[in-house]
Structure formats: structure tokens, C-alpha cells
């Protein structure tokens, strides 16, 4: 971890020094323990500030569209983009680099201004789960590449494998997208059995239609619609969202279980075959929502379905922006005469 | 047959492709087919235009079944509008039912312009499946009173 810093930092100060890029998106330390928060340096001594540790938790290619387009000049609708603009730097591991793949391929980062700089990852660690482990009073964290130390907590170290945010724990894609990475760091990365990968949404779908209502409704019941969820997702990049449409008001604007289930249903929809499971929704929700698992349940099913998984092929079109004639139809309603002549 | 005037009748907003299902819908008309009378039919210019906002929306406002329903897959008027709805429908419908809304709330179909007699099969279909479901609940923003007191009581 240490050493990927250092890297990070040597890196990022060379690129901003030899004028290569203009600014460098990575992460500072937070203004609490075991917290980081997103960082733009913009010379070589700024450099100096970005951190790597197991907390990096917020998805720094959420950033990225608007950075790039703070360095575009005014033009007219229409006028072409000059060809000499800055480009901006970025490290990335493995799920980062697939919303980067995503972002070009939505036209949302063009890849000629993208410095891109692929991370080994070994999983990242879960706050609340230590906090619940150690208390609050945490002051100072330390890690070496097993273990995570804590000063003024109940507990003195826990072990990484054991408190890694269950996304990292389920992860199978730690490497970063070669195709699309400028520069790679080689390291070890978390190794995870694919069997298991969703498990977690596997235990929702094994229970009746009353029992996932009750799941569903109390999981989110705490919501307080504070849409941190869709601020820190680097897929939800429209400039009016579908929350914020007046007329009609397809949700409403208070706390009803009603709006607020239809708020998560179509925030998980619109992420279908383009969510990277990073994680970034969660580690954001102040109330400790589950988030993840309708994204991941859409992940499952764009799996089985339609056999593609966000931004593992760059050059390949979103499961949703294409269809195979073939594509399975079982929930079609037939005609009871033609049952089963159909396919 | 069940008498109109005493028992719980399902609204079914019916969501019908201007090319197909709806001259489908035309055709039972004037072919005479009998179908029940619960669903209220709106027309979009193609399946393809479906948004899962629309079909939330309708869920919300206390429809008890939705029914979605596009040319047959090749015969789209926009040559493939319905395969991009396809897909869409496949994924809208297992997280539906992955949050618990029961599954026959929201069904999709294909009825072409010919199909007059099949657009009758499909919406007695429908409408006999929702029927068994009851009156909608879940994520319906204003439950009207009468069904509040006969969950109540159902409860008891």
C-alpha cells in the first residue's frame, strides 16, 4: 500500500512537472480517521498530498467528466473542441477502470486526454464495520499489506480479509482494464472465487415475494433522500435528473416509502449493465444502506442474460444500447392457443 | 362470470404500441371479441418508448396491473425498437419481483395488428391473473382507505 503511494505520488509529480498532464485526480487524507476524501493536484508540490490506503473508497472517476470539461473553452453549440486541451491524470483500479472504459464509452472522457495509471487492489476496508468493531474513539490508523492498526480503539488491529467492504470481497475483476490504462503498477490483488460472487443477492432472491417486500421496504425505509448515492456514482452524470423532473414528478420530493422505493428503483435501473460494483454508493450513504444490492441484482441478471459485464470490454456497446435477436423472452405473455409454439 | 356491480374490479393500465398492439386492440373491437372491460389503454409510439418511469409512475399512482405490449420481435414499424425494449422489460421485471411486487403486476406481451383474437386472449389473461392478486399495495403512494381496512382486516 505504502509503496503504490509513493509511486502514486513520484508518478503524479513527474506528469504535472513535465507539463504532460494539468491535474492529477487521487485522494487526500480526510479530516477524520480512517476517511479520504477526492484531490486534484495541480503541481508537482500538490503531488505531495495524494494518499493510497485501504479507506479510498469513493470513486474518483465521478470527477472526471467535469474536470475535463472545466479545462474546455466557451464555444457555440456545435464548434469543434480544440485538439491541444490539457489532459488530466487518473489512478484507477480495477472497477474505477471499468467506469473509466464506460465514461469513453459514453462519451462522457474523451480517452486522448486520459492519463490513465491501472492499481493493483487489494480490496478496500469497511468503516463502519470497524467502527463497529473498535468503537468510535479511533484517532490514528495504520496498515501494512495484512493488517490495519488502531490507536484509541477497543480493538488494536483487525486483519484486511476480514473487514473488506463486501463488494471487494465479492469482486472478480481486481485488474485493471489493460486497453484502456496508459501506464500499469504491477502488485498483488485480492483473488476471489467467482462462484460466490453473488451471494449476496442470491439470498434475497431464495425468499417468497413477502419476504424480499419486507426486506425491501425496511432496508430502505431509512433513506432520508439525500441522493449522496447518486452524487458519488460516476455513471450518473444527466444534468436534470429523473428526481428533479417537475412535469410530470416521477418522484416526489418527501420522505413517502412510496417515492423513496420508486427514487431506488429507477437510481438501480439506470445503472443496468454499467454499474463496476465499486462500491462508491454505499461508502457514501450516511444511513448504511444496502444499495449495492439492486445494482448487483441487475449485474446478476445482464450476466445471465444478455452474457456482458460493465467495462470489461471497452470496445464492446452496453448491454442496453444493443440486442441480439436471440435474447431470452420467458416473461412474454402469450396467447393460450399459440402456448409454447412461440419461443 | 363475476358481477360488475358488487365485486372488485382490476385497473390495468395497458401501455399498446401505436402499429400493432393498438390496431390489435382496434381489430378485437370491431371484430367483436369479448374482453374485460378493466384495462385503460394508452398509446405510445412504440414499445421502444417505454420507460420504467412509466410504468413506476403507473404503479404509483395505484394501478393494479400494468401490461406493456409491442409488435412481435421482427416486426417493429422502427425495425428494432422492441428488441431494445426486450431487453429492458427482461431486466425491469426481475428486480420488480427481486423487491417484492408481485410478479404478475407488470407483464409484457406482443400482439400484432392481426391479432384481434389474440389481443382478447391476452387481456382475459391478464386481467383473470391480476384479479387473483388482489388490490395493489405495494408501492402505491395513496393506498384508498376501503383497501387499507380490508388488509386490516385480513390481517386480524
New interface residues.
Given amino acids: 500500500m505504502n509503496k503504490i503511494g509513493e509511486h502514486i505520488r513520484q508518478r503524479a509529480a513527474e506528469l504535472l512537472e513535465s507539463r504532460e498532464i494539468d491535474a492529477f485526480i487521487g485522494f487526500r487524507q480526510g479530516s477524520l480517521p480512517m476517511t479520504t476524501q477526492h484531490y486534484v493536484a495541480r503541481s508537482a508540490a500538490e503531488a505531495q498530498n495524494l494518499v493510497w490506503n485501504s479507506f479510498c473508497v469513493l470513486n474518483p472517476t465521478n470527477i472526471l467528466p467535469s474536470l475535463l470539461k472545466s479545462f474546455e473553452p466557451p464555444r457555440r453549440p456545435g464548434d469543434p473542441l480544440p485538439d491541444d486541451l490539457p489532459k488530466v491524470g487518473i489512478a484507477v483500479t480495477g472497477c474505477w477502470s471499468r467506469n473509466l472504459a464506460i465514461q469513453f464509452q459514453e462519451n462522457q472522457a474523451s480517452r486522448k486526454r486520459v492519463i490513465a495509471i491501472g492499481l493493483p487492489c487489494t480490496g478496500m476496508s469497511d468503516r463502519r464495520q470497524i467502527l463497529a468493531q473498535t468503537g468510535e474513539m479511533v484517532t490514528e490508523v495504520s496498515e501494512t499489506a495484512e493488517d490495519l492498526y488502531f490507536t484509541g480503539g477497543t480493538v488494536a488491529s483487525l486483519k484486511r480479509t476480514e473487514i473488506l467492504r463486501p463488494n471487494c470481497a465479492s469482486c472478480v475483476h481486481p485488474q485493471p482494464v489493460a486497453r484502456i490504462m496508459t501506464e500499469v503498477i504491477e502488485g498483488d490483488c485480492i483473488n476471489n472465487d467467482a462462484a460466490g460472487r453473488f451471494a449476496e443477492v442470491e439470498e434475497i432472491e431464495a425468499k417468497d415475494s413477502d419476504g424480499r417486500w419486507d426486506w425491501f421496504s425496511s432496508e430502505f425505509s431509512a433513506c432520508i433522500r439525500c441522493y449522496s448515492c447518486r452524487n458519488a456514482c460516476p455513471l450518473c452524470y444527466c444534468p436534470t435528473c429523473f428526481v428533479d423532473d417537475a412535469k410530470p414528478q416521477w418522484v416526489g420530493k418527501g420522505l413517502n416509502s412510496s417515492d423513496t422505493s420508486i427514487f431506488h428503483i429507477l437510481r438501480a435501473y439506470h445503472c443496468a449493465g454499467r454499474c463496476t460494483d465499486c462500491g462508491s454508493c454505499e461508502a457514501a450513504c450516511p444511513m448504511g444502506l444496502r444499495l449495492r444490492l439492486l445494482t448487483k441484482k441487475l449485474d446478476k441478471d445482464v450476466v445471465d442474460m444478455f452474457d456482458s459485464e460493465a467495462g470489461v470490454e471497452p470496445f464492446k456497446p452496453l448491454p442496453l444500447s444493443t440486442y441480439s435477436q436471440a435474447d431470452p423472452q420467458p416473461f412474454i405473455v402469450q396467447p393460450s392457443h399459440s402456448k409454447g409454439e412461440d419461443s | 362470470m363475476t358481477d360488475i356491480n358488487t365485486e372488485w374490479q382490476p385497473k390495468i393500465i395497458t401501455f399498446l404500441c401505436t402499429w400493432c398492439s393498438y390496431a390489435g386492440a382496434d381489430l378485437a373491437g370491431v371484430s367483436r371479441y369479448q374482453y374485460p372491460p378493466n384495462i385503460r389503454v394508452i398509446k405510445v409510439p412504440c414499445s421502444g418508448r417505454m420507460s420504467?418511469?412509466l410504468i413506476?409512475?403507473a404503479l404509483?399512482g395505484g394501478a393494479d396491473g400494468v401490461?406493456v405490449s409491442g409488435c412481435h420481435?421482427?416486426d417493429c414499424h422502427y425495425i428494432?425498437g422492441n428488441?431494445?425494449a426486450?431487453?429492458?422489460?427482461?431486466?425491469?421485471?426481475?428486480?420488480?419481483?427481486?423487491?417484492?411486487?408481485?410478479?404478475d403486476r407488470v407483464?409484457?406481451?406482443?400482439v400484432s395488428a392481426a391479432?384481434g383474437?389474440?389481443f382478447a386472449?391476452?387481456i382475459s389473461?391478464?386481467t383473470e391473473s391480476v384479479r387473483k392478486l388482489g388490490p395493489a399495495t405495494?408501492?402505491?403512494?395513496n393506498i384508498p382507505a376501503e383497501i387499507n381496512v380490508e388488509r386490516a382486516c385480513a390481517n386480524e
Fill in positions: 420504467p418511469n413506476l409512475n404509483k401490461l420481435p421482427g428494432s428488441y431494445f426486450r431487453r429492458r422489460f427482461g431486466l425491469l421485471g426481475n428486480l420488480l419481483e427481486f423487491i417484492g411486487l408481485e410478479k407483464q409484457f406481451t406482443w391479432e383474437e389474440q386472449d391476452v389473461q391478464v405495494r408501492l402505491v403512494k
